[in-house]
């Protein structure tokens, strides 16, 4: 059975920081990643996608790792902005290629001015 | 294009009742999730549906049962509502069946009393 895991559940930085977020699965057999934003009370915004053969995506200040080999995930950030703050989700699909997410419980981030 | 659509956006309800909720994919998507929200268990995967059939259901009670229409659109119901219902239920949409970006809408917030 699948499960994801992301590490840390808070994280507080100040404003400029590059950060990086941790997402880790128990089956390598996976088809993509995805890591989304939640603003509170909001619903999700999809940030990026790695596929399965791809080791890196990138999208402004936002660069997403994938190690399949070793189950992990990164979120890099860099200089982070007070804007950033928002809590980060990994997933990953359920067995086979499915639309079934399986989500970590996120982290949340906070940007200090 | 717009987004995905959820309504309503706000719901309460009282133990026992039943309640109905609408999401609308963005125009040309045929695939359409719903996802239950909570502080305790994080995002849950409910159903898949695409092109009118469910192609995937999460570990919920037959309380909660889902259908697709020829449009796309698609809604859930809860019978017999349960304070543990409480929740945001957020719906997303993809081009495909399968693995691949999520649109998620703002979702609805559920509360029951």
């Known amino acids: 059975k699948q499960e994801v895991t992301q590490i840390p559940a808070a994280l507080s930085v100040p404003e400029g920081e590059n950060l990086v977020l941790n997402c880790s699965f128990t089956?390598?057999?996976?088809?993509?990643l995805q890591w989304f934003r939640q603003d509170p009370g909001k619903g999700l915004t999809s940030l990026l996608l790695i596929q399965s053969s791809q080791r890196e995506q990138t999208s402004g200040r936002l660069n997403a790792s994938l190690d399949k080999s070793s189950g992990r995930s990164t979120l890099y950030i860099a200089a982070s902005q007070p804007g950033d703050s928002a809590t980060y989700l990994c997933a990953v699909p359920g067995s086979g290629n499915t639309g079934k997410l399986i989500f970590g419980q996120g982290t949340t981030l906070q940007v200090k001015p | 294009k717009a987004g995905v659509t959820q309504t309503p956006r706000y719901l309460i309800k009282t133990r026992g009742q039943q309640v109905t909720l609408s999401c609308s994919p963005i125009?040309?998507?045929?695939?359409v999730s719903w996802y239950q929200q909570t502080p305790g268990q994080g995002l849950q995967f409910l159903f898949e549906y695409f092109s009118e059939t469910q192609r995937n259901k999460g570990n919920f009670p037959g309380r909660f049962s889902g259908r697709q229409f020829s449009n796309s659109r698609s809604e859930m119901n809860v019978s017999t509502l349960e304070l543990g219902d409480s929740a945001l239920y957020l719906c997303?949409?993809?081009?495909?069946?399968?693995?691949?970006?999520?649109?998620f809408g703002p979702g609805t917030r559920l509360l029951v009393l």
């Open positions: 125009s040309g998507h045929r695939s």
């Open positions: 997303a949409s993809s081009s495909r069946q399968g693995s691949e970006t999520q649109y």
């Open positions: 089956d390598s057999a996976i088809y993509n």
